[in-house]
């Protein structure tokens, strides 16, 4: 009986005593805390801890200064906003840019081309024979001017002039094949690469009195055989004038 009334009062004991443990430990962490701020406020007081503080050091919040600095003024936009023509200039911008270099392209790429033509060209022209230019030899000029001179002497001038053109264009056929072909005209005849410059003009002023005759029922006079005939003799006989000049001259020095 003795041991349960002990027992008991040592249970009633260990409640108060935790009842009682909550409330003497906050007492006792407030005690603590004030003799830590008496001791800090002290320290603060104490002039021992009193400093400046650079002015270099920040005191301040950033937030603090956004809060006090003034809202900046809004931006007048003006009459006509032209912001929107920005995207605009940039393709553009870069278009131009795109052109430029196309073109440059092309300069070079033309350039070039127009290189190796010319190259091509010359190597067809260094490949290509010089063919002396047509004259016909003395003999066969002078059987030709006896002949025409006959149609004139029988007052035919147009067939006169035409035999001087037409027995030449033959001569050219014999001498220089394969230059002269039949669909050719007259005119066409006294373009002939390999016709001298003299004999050029005479066949494109004989061949318009063929054509001012045969073509163009036109009636020529002697006067018009005589041209035609002094144009013939000196391109035909231009070789043979020229030995002479040279002969003389060579015998006067």
């Known amino acids: 009986m003795f041991g349960v009334k002990r027992l008991f ?3 009633v004991f ?12 906050q ?26 503080i650079p002015p270099e050091y920040q005191t301040e919040l950033p937030q603090d200064k ?16 032209l912001g929107f023509l920005g995207p605009i200039f940039q393709l553009i911008f870069y278009g131009l840019l795109a052109l430029a270099v196309v073109y440059i392209l092309y300069l070079i790429l033309n350039t070039i081309i127009a290189t190796r033509r010319s190259t091509v060209n010359a190597d067809k022209t260094a490949e290509t024979p010089d063919i002396p230019a047509y004259q016909p ?8 001017i006896d002949d025409a001179d006959s149609l004139a002497a029988q007052g035919k001038f147009a067939e006169a002039v035409h035999i001087l053109l037409f027995r030449s264009i033959q001569d ?10 039949r669909s050719l005209t007259s005119r066409e005849i006294a373009s002939l690469s390999i016709l001298s410059p003299k004999a050029r003009n005479v066949f494109s002023q004989i061949g318009k009195l063929v054509e001012k005759s045969f073509f163009g029922g036109g009636l020529l006079s002697m006067e018009d055989y005589e041209l035609s005939k002094a144009a013939y003799k000196a391109f035909a006989f231009e070789n043979v004038t020229q030995s002479k000049t040279v002969r003389s001259t060579r015998t006067r020095r």
């Open 9 to 11: 009062i040592l249970a």
């Open 14 to 25: 260990a409640v108060s005593f935790t009842l009682a443990l909550p409330t003497y430990a």
């Open 27 to 52: 007492e006792f962490n407030t005690q603590e805390l004030d003799t830590q701020e008496t001791d800090v406020t002290a320290s603060v007081l104490d002039p021992k801890f009193k400093f400046e």
């Open 66 to 81: 956004a809060k006090l600095a003034p809202k900046p003024k809004p931006v007048k936009k003006p009459l006509f906003d």
């Open 137 to 144: 030899d003395a003999e066969t000029a002078r059987v030709l």
């Open 172 to 181: 050219i056929e014999d001498k220089r094949p394969h230059h002269v072909k």
